[in-house]
């Protein structure tokens, strides 16, 4: 099992563009949750997808949007890119919604320029 | 709201001296702690967690509900501890809340 997969692993954009990261889960697991990471910070929690749906959103603006499919993996989009987006964006995975069994990918670096 | 407050950035230790990474929380309920940690080149993993109290690699961190703190010790570091430690908590156990964490920098 490879874990939590994240593609691309380096991403540049330029301001207004859109952008769409993929996750797949760790086997088994259910649930996919998105963090953005900036430098010198740590982790900001953006969503949790389960059972295809959005159960949970941080504090982030519409721009900001996920999906997840029927095998449990997800994307995240964010429109209208702004340099400020610039960060790493983690994937973690879980079992029904719980984020105490989660397990992170290595992470999407998001450059806008 | 909830707020996770990681107060030193870097901590610098020799090998063999024990070692303290402060975690602060805010948070008038019961919400669960973690401490995770990221080695060079590694992607983020959970270290402990409160409720199962523990000990993972001579690691051990005690809820201090009272002072709202969860501290993460170690009494003697070794060089492979060095690493980036983040402390977080969940409420809902639907979402993390991080701190800024502390690069822990073991010396020989």
């Known amino acids: 099992d490879a874990g939590v997969t994240q593609s691309p692993t380096h991403l540049i954009k330029t301001r207004g563009q859109q952008v769409t990261l993929r996750c797949s889960p760790k086997s088994g697991h259910d649930t996919v949750s998105w963090y953005q990471q900036a430098l010198g910070q740590g982790p900001q929690f953006i969503f949790q997808y389960y059972e295809e749906e959005e159960r949970q959103r941080g504090n982030f603006p519409d721009r900001f949007s996920g999906h997840q499919f029927p095998n449990y993996s997800s994307e995240l989009n964010v429109n209208a890119l702004l340099l400020g987006d610039s960060a790493l964006y983690l994937c973690?995975?879980?079992?029904?919604?719980?984020?105490?069994?989660?397990?992170f990918g290595p992470g999407t670096r998001l450059t806008v320029l | 709201a909830q707020r996770v407050t990681q107060p030193e950035k870097l901590l610098s230790v020799f090998k063999g001296a024990p070692v303290e990474l402060k975690c602060n929380y805010s948070?008038?309920?019961?919400?669960?702690l973690f401490w995770y940690v990221q080695y060079s080149r590694q992607r983020l993993q959970l270290l402990l967690r409160h409720i199962s109290r523990e000990s993972i690699k001579g690691f051990t961190a005690d809820l201090n509900k009272g002072e709202t703190s969860f501290h993460l010790k170690k009494p003697f570091a070794q060089e492979e501890d060095s690493a980036m430690y983040y402390c977080a908590l969940t409420t809902g156990f639907q979402k993390l809340v991080f701190g800024t964490g502390t690069r822990l920098l073991v010396s020989p």
């Open positions: 973690a995975s879980s079992l029904t919604g719980r984020v105490d069994t989660q397990y």
């Open positions: 948070y008038s309920g019961s919400p669960e």
